[in-house]
């Protein structure tokens, strides 16, 4: 099995959780006389499986990751990290950007002369471009994960 398809199977099992334990919630109590619509019981056991199965799929996908060497950057694990670290930095950029640009401020500008001018303190422009390197430095990284998830056979 390739990373990728591990990765896709991980998700699935994170959404049948999410899903059994709405159900079980929603079947853990009911009315006297009334019969519950599923068997909360079951359906707890049928979530503990799905939570063992992915407890061991995420444990060789983390076992892959830390061993995939991505080049000079080191790991896959390493490049994830990155990737992170540089969504965030792009958020950070990104909003600071729009605050000194007073994006979403209404009434910005002055409606009088008497009235004190807002001024940016930061330079927008500046801020926007590293902005655009960071993304594209982002779709970089990931390129490099996502060809290495559909190379990579998944470790035992």
Known sequence: MKLAEALAE???ATRRVEQLRARVVSSARY??????AEDAA?????ASEVLDALETLIRRINRTNATVEMGPGGTLTDALARRDVLRLRHA???AAA???AGTG???YGRQLRSELMMLSALPVAELRGQADA???EIREVDVRIQ???WEVDLLD
């Not at 009315?31 to 519950?36: A, K, L, N, Y």
């Open 10 to 12: 991980r998700a699935e």
């Open 31 to 36: 009315q006297e006389g009334e019969t519950p």
């Open 42 to 46: 079951q359906l707890l056991a049928e």
């Open 92 to 94: 950070v950029v990104t």
């Open 105 to 107: 401020d209404r009434g």
């Open 98 to 100: 729009d605050a000194a």
């Open 147 to 149: 060809r290495a998830n």
């Open 134 to 136: 960071l993304a594209r």
